[in-house]
C-alpha cells in the first residue's frame, strides 16, 4: 500500500477520489494473475498469512488496542467493543480460518456443465472469478481476514473498507494477507485496504468506480445497507439484516419447539440466524405457549407478547407494530398468535426480510406448505435457525447470508463468489 | 389492463409514476399464484397465447399497420422499418416461438442440489422464480412475445415496456398473451405492458420501483443501456453490445479462416453474435488476409483495415480509432494485423465487449491461451461466432447474451430467469 499512502490526501474529498480510481486500477490489473493462478498458489497465500497472523500476534493486539482505547472514549456499547476485541484466542481463530479456506475445494475452472450439439459444438460452461469485489464492512476486524481470503480462493481481487472503529486492527491484518500474497508470488494488489476513514471513500466505491468493481457486498447494519441500496451504480449483492422467525403449529412436539426456540434465540444473540419472533399457532395457544414462553424467560429473554399471549406470564412485555419489524440481535424475542400455517405465512410475508424462516410442526403437508410458500432464502423444517451459515452448511467459510435474488442467495462462500464463461469448441463450423 | 387504462395519464409525470406503481403493486401480486402454478398450466397459456396471435394475425398486421406508417412519417431507416414489420410468416413465428418455449422443460422446482450433514439435516437447493422482471425494448414487437413468453416458463411476472414505435404492434400482441393466461386460469397481472410512450415511465421503472421489481433486463442499443446503467437503482441483468472479434492464426487452415469469418460477418450483420473486429496475426498477413479480405469484399461487406492490411485491397477504407470501438451491426467490418495470440488478447481486452471472441488455429495451446484467458461471455474456438445463441447453445429461446459477470453469463433463457432457496429439513437439530 505504500505507493497509495504516498498519494497526498490532505485536499480532502477529490484526492480521496483520485486514490480510489488509483486502488481501483491496481485491482483491476491483478485480475488475470489472479485468474489463472493455481490452486497451489492461492492456498500457498492463505497459509502463509495464517503463519504471519501467528507470527504478528503481538502488533496485532498492539493496534487493536489503539482501536480499542479510541472507541471506548467515544463511549461505544459493550456489545461493539466485544465484537472489536481481539485476543490471542480471537488471533489463532482468525488463521484456523485462513486455513480452513485454503482447505476447501477450489471452485475455479471447474466445468459446470457440458454438452455437445448436433452439429458437433462442444459446449461447456465453466466457472471463473467475477473480477474485483468491493466490500463495505463495520467494525469486526476479523471479517478483513475471512473476506479478503474469500475472495482470493475464488481468483478475485478485493477492495476492503472496513469500519473506522477497527481501522488500525483491520490495517495489521491486512498485512498479514500481504505477506501471504509474496510469499506466493501473488500481486499485493490482490487484497487492498482502504488506507483512510473518510466517508468519501464509500461513496468513490458506491458510485465512481463501475469500471474498477464488479460487485459490492456491503456486510453491517440497516444504515450501511440502506446507503448502499441509495447509492450504488453497481451491482449489490444484498445482505440485509436477519429478521428470522419460527412458526410453532399446533402438531408439533412441545419439548422440541421449546429446545428449539430457545436455541434459535439464546445461542448466540447477535448473529442474522438468531430468531427474532416466535409465531405460535392459535390452536396451540392453550398447550405450547407458556412452556415456550417460560423457557425463554427462563433463559434470560425479554419477551414482547401480542395481545394473544400478554397473559401467559406477568413478565411479558405488551409488544407494538415496531417489535415485529426489529431485528434485536439482543436477548429480546417478539411472539404473537397466529391463524396456522397461513396466519405465519401472511405475517412472514408482510413483516420479514427474507433470511431464514423455520416451522416446527410433525404434519408433513404443513411443513411442506411453508417450505414451497415462503419466499425466503432458507426454510427449515424442525431445526433451529441458528444453523443459517455457510459452515453449517458444509460450504466452508462465508462471508454473510445473502438475502437477494439475483446471483447468489444464502450463504455466500467462495463458490458464490465466482461467475462463468462458455467455452465452445468446434471445428469449423459456420451458422446456416 | 382495463383498469390501468382507466388511470387518468393526462396530467403528466405524476401520474405516470402513479400508473407505474399500480402495475408494480399488480405484478408482485401474481408472484405467488405463478410460482405455485403447475408446468402444465403455464405451458397452457403459453400454447393458448400460440393459438390467440395465429386467430388474430388480420388484428395483429393491422396494429403494425399503425406503426409502421407513423415511423414511415417520421422518416425511420430501412433497417429500422424491417425489424418492425410484421407479416403473416412474422406472426406464425412467434406463435411457434411461444409453443417451442412450451415444449422447453420447466426450470421451477428443480432440485439443483442436495446432501446431508452429519447431525442430519437434509440440505437442497430448489429452483424458485425471481420474482417481478422488467424488460425494457426497443422496437422489435416480437420481444413483447419472447419475453413475455420466458418470464411465464421461469415463473416470473414481468413488466414490459417496449419502444414507442412498436406501440400498437406490442399492445396487439400482448393481448394475445393475456388471452393465454385467462384460458390457463392464470393472472391476467403475470404479463402486463406499460400502457403509454410516456419516457417518465422507464425513470420510473428504473429509479421507483424497487419494491416492486427484483431485476431490469435492457434490450436495446447504446443508448438505451447508457441511460439503465446510470439510472437503474435496482439489479440489472446487463446485455451490452456484441463488439464480437475473430482472431485468425498464423496456424490455421486459410479455408476454414475465410468461411467462418465471411458467415460470422455476413451471415446476418445485424445480430449481436456477428463479428466486427477481424484481428490477424502479423505472421498470417502474406498467407491469410488477402483471401480473407477479398472474399469479405466480394460479400459486400465494407472493410476498414488498420496500417498494416490497407494495401491489401484498394477498396479497404482506412480505419480510424473509433472503427476498433464500433458495432457496425451492418455489412462493414474492421481488420488489422496483431502480434500473435497474446497481440489479439490485448486488443480484445481493450476495446471489446466482454460478448463472444472467437480464434482459428491449428494449434490446441494457442487456442487454450485464447479460451483461458479471455474474460468474455462466450469464447470459440473454430466456430462462427454467429452461434452465440441460446437456441445454438440447446437452451431453447433466450432474452439475449448477458455481458456482465452477476447471476447469469451468455444466453438468458428461461433457467437464467430463476433463483433459487435453500430447503432445511431436520429432526429438532440445535446448533450446539
Chains 1, 2 share one sequence.
Not at 406448505?369 to 451459515?389: C, E, G, P, R, W
Amino acid at each position: 500500500m505504500t505507493r497509495v499512502e504516498a498519494i497526498n490526501i490532505k485536499d480532502g474529498e477529490k484526492d480521496t477520489h483520485r486514490m480510489m480510481a488509483e486502488i481501483g486500477r491496481r485491482a483491476r490489473q491483478a485480475t488475470p494473475a489472479l485468474a489463472s493462478s493455481s490452486t497451489e498458489t492461492r492456498n500457498t497465500a492463505l497459509t502463509a498469512a495464517a503463519n504471519a497472523l501467528r507470527a504478528c500476534e503481538a502488533t496485532l493486539l498492539e493496534a487493536n488496542e489503539k482501536d480499542m482505547k479510541a472507541c471506548q472514549t467515544q463511549g461505544l456499547s459493550g456489545a461493539m467493543l466485544d465484537r472489536l476485541k481481539l485476543n490471542p484466542e480471537r488471533v489463532e481463530g482468525m488463521a484456523k480460518g485462513l486455513e480452513d479456506i485454503a482447505a476447501l475445494a477450489d471452485p475455479l475452472g471447474s466445468v459446470i456443465a457440458q454438452w455437445q450439439q448436433p452439429n458437433g459444438l462442444e459446449i461447456s460452461r465453466v466457472r471463473v472469478p467475477l473480477g474485483v469485489i468491493g466490500i463495505i464492512y463495520e467494525s469486526r476486524p476479523n471479517v478483513t481476514a475471512d473476506a479478503g481470503a474469500l475472495c482470493l480462493k475464488s481468483g478475485n481481487a478485493v477492495i476492503l473498507r472496513g469500519g473506522s472503529e477497527s481501522f488500525h486492527s483491520s490495517r495489521a491484518i491486512h498485512a498479514c494477507l500481504i505477506e501471504g500474497l509474496k510469499q506466493a508470488g501473488l500481486p499485493e494488489q490482490a487484497i487492498q485496504i482502504v488506507p483512510t476513514t473518510d466517508r468519501a471513500a464509500v461513496g468513490a466505491m458506491l458510485k465512481d468506480m463501475a469500471d474498477y468493481i464488479d460487485v459490492i457486498i456491503p456486510r453491517g447494519g440497516k444504515n450501511l445497507i440502506a446507503r448502499v441500496q441509495t447509492d450504488a451504480r453497481i451491482p449489490v449483492m444484498g445482505h440485509l439484516e436477519g429478521l428470522c422467525h419460527i412458526y410453532i403449529d399446533h402438531a408439533s412436539d412441545i419439548k422440541m419447539a421449546k429446545e428449539i426456540v430457545v436455541n434459535a434465540k439464546m445461542r448466540r444473540t447477535g448473529i442474522c440466524g438468531a430468531v427474532e419472533t416466535i409465531l405460535i399457532d392459535r390452536a396451540a395457544l392453550s398447550t405450547h405457549a407458556t412452556p415456550i414462553i417460560d423457557a425463554l424467560i427462563a433463559a434470560g429473554c425479554e419477551v414482547r407478547g401480542g395481545d394473544d399471549v400478554q397473559s401467559i406470564n406477568s413478565k411479558i412485555v405488551p409488544a407494538t407494530e415496531a417489535d415485529w419489524t426489529t431485528e434485536y440481535l439482543d436477548a429480546i424475542v417478539s411472539v404473537r398468535a397466529v391463524d396456522g400455517v397461513e396466519g405465519a405465512i401472511k405475517h412472514i410475508e408482510t413483516y420479514g426480510s427474507n433470511h431464514t424462516e423455520s416451522i416446527i410442526t410433525d404434519d408433513p403437508s404443513t411443513a411442506e406448505k411453508f417450505l414451497n410458500d415462503l419466499d425466503s432464502a432458507i426454510v427449515m423444517h424442525n431445526v433451529s435457525t441458528q444453523f443459517a451459515d455457510g459452515g453449517e452448511f458444509g460450504m466452508g467459510a462465508e462471508i454473510g447470508i445473502a438475502t437477494g435474488k439475483l446471483h447468489a442467495r444464502g450463504p455466500v462462500g467462495a463458490e458464490q463468489l465466482t461467475s462463468y464463461k462458455y467455452v465452445v469448441r468446434g471445428s469449423g463450423q459456420i451458422r446456416p
